[in-house]
């Protein structure tokens, strides 16, 4: 699968300035500071969360309704009694957001509003300043020539670091790395986080396969996963524009792609569908929400439905 790929000078601006940062924490805060008198929880800080998570600590149980996560099932009480029970749990204090950012090649594409990559970046500060506002900590890696951790922090000084790295330049070059490291990284990230975590993801998964669910699985199982698929709707399709010179970091050579051949637009296009159902499926197999930010969209406005689903 050949994607086009920015390749401009050294000079590039980031893909978030810093005014653009700040002028979009401003807009969340401004947002959830009016959703604050919905708000009546106890202890509850003055914003709402995208994460609707719990504490980690069992207190109770009660009867399991429709709904709940199965995960919970408190199994001795079924034992005991013969009826589906599930755990209640403390509230918890303090949660943490573990942002995993993939700046791979693909990422660098877009035919609208912006790259893939800038969309990344926004949705993830978005999370990010929403965690604070909750007083909750974020950490996170961006995946990019390599893979770079940042600690937890739970201020805006802390956490600016992983977004400026987020919304840096378009590398100039990517080592002919053609491919994402996400799914090489899956399995080490369990020992990054801490029980409790949200862990989100965000990508476009061009990369990720069915060899992936176990690792999947096993984050699913332990940590609350989420998933941002980042779309364009210009890789999708091939159009008939005729003849279209592209590069492969693949291959690392510049290739020329005849559009008007109906069956190579076929081809891709059934390729392409297949592999979004593909990606669709892995993660509802692996009982992890996903939720699809066009980058040709306001992202604030698209992730309001991703903090409806979670």
């Not at 590069?247 to 076929?266: A, F, G, M, Q, V």
Request: some cysteine.
């Amino acid at each position: 699968m050949t994607r086009a790929v920015n390749s401009s000078a050294t000079s590039n601006p980031p893909l978030l300035t810093s005014m653009a940062l700040e002028a979009l924490q401003w807009q969340i805060l401004d947002k959830w500071q009016r959703n604050q008198d919905k708000t009546r929880a106890p202890h509850s800080g003055p914003f709402a969360s995208f994460f609707r998570g719990q504490g980690m600590e069992p207190h109770d149980s009660r009867p399991y309704q429709a709904g709940d996560d199965i995960r919970h099932l408190d199994w001795r009480a079924i034992a005991r009694s013969g009826k589906a029970t599930t755990k209640v749990f403390l509230d918890e204090r303090g949660r943490s957001l573990f942002l995993v950012i993939d700046r791979h090649p693909g990422m660098f594409f877009g035919t609208r509003v912006e790259l893939k990559a800038a969309s990344a970046a926004r949705a993830a500060a978005i999370l990010a300043f929403t965690a604070l506002a909750a007083r909750d900590r974020v950490a996170g890696a961006i995946i990019d020539n390599g893979i770079h951790y940042f600690p937890s922090a739970n201020t805006l000084a802390g956490v600016l670091p992983l977004l400026y790295a987020a919304a840096a330049p378009a590398p100039t070059t990517h080592a002919r790395r053609a491919t994402s490291q996400l799914p090489s990284l899956l399995p080490a990230l369990a020992q990054r986080s801490s029980p409790g975590t949200d862990l989100c993801l965000i990508s476009d998964f061009h990369d990720l396969s069915d060899q992936d669910a176990p690792a999947l699985q096993a984050l699913s199982h332990d940590y609350a996963v989420h998933a941002i698929r980042i779309r364009d709707s210009g890789e999708e399709a091939l159009k008939d524009i005729g003849s279209l010179r592209v590069y492969s970091p693949r291959s690392d050579k510049y290739l020329t792609i005849d559009t008007h051949d109906n069956t190579l637009r076929e081809r891709y296009l059934d390729a392409m569908t297949a592999h979004s159902k593909a990606v669709t499926k892995l993660f509802a197999q692996c009982g992890i929400a996903l939720t699809t930010i066009d980058n040709s969209l306001d992202t604030l406005t698209q992730m309001e439905t991703f903090h409806a689903r979670n």
